[in-house]
């Protein structure tokens, strides 16, 4: 989400889209009982990859 924001900006409403979407997640991960990324194998490698931030839109 961040580098999203950063390639291609943001405007007045993506701070509350982004608090609904951590208040979910937060609200799913006390009924499971663990974070979403122990659920899902390898997704800590994907999600600290090193991420292009030039603000090129791809083709």
Do not use: C, D
């Not at 580098?3 to 951590?22: C, D, L, M, Q």
Request: net charge negative; proline share 7%; charged share 20%.
């Amino acid at each position: 989400m961040i580098s999203v924001a950063i390639r291609y900006g943001t405007n007045e409403n993506i701070p509350k889209h982004w608090e609904g979407y951590f208040e979910i997640k937060h609200e799913f991960e006390e009924m499971i009982g663990q974070s979403i990324y122990q659920m899902l194998p390898g997704i800590e490698q994907s999600i600290y990859k090193k991420l292009p931030l030039n603000h090129s839109h791809p083709s």
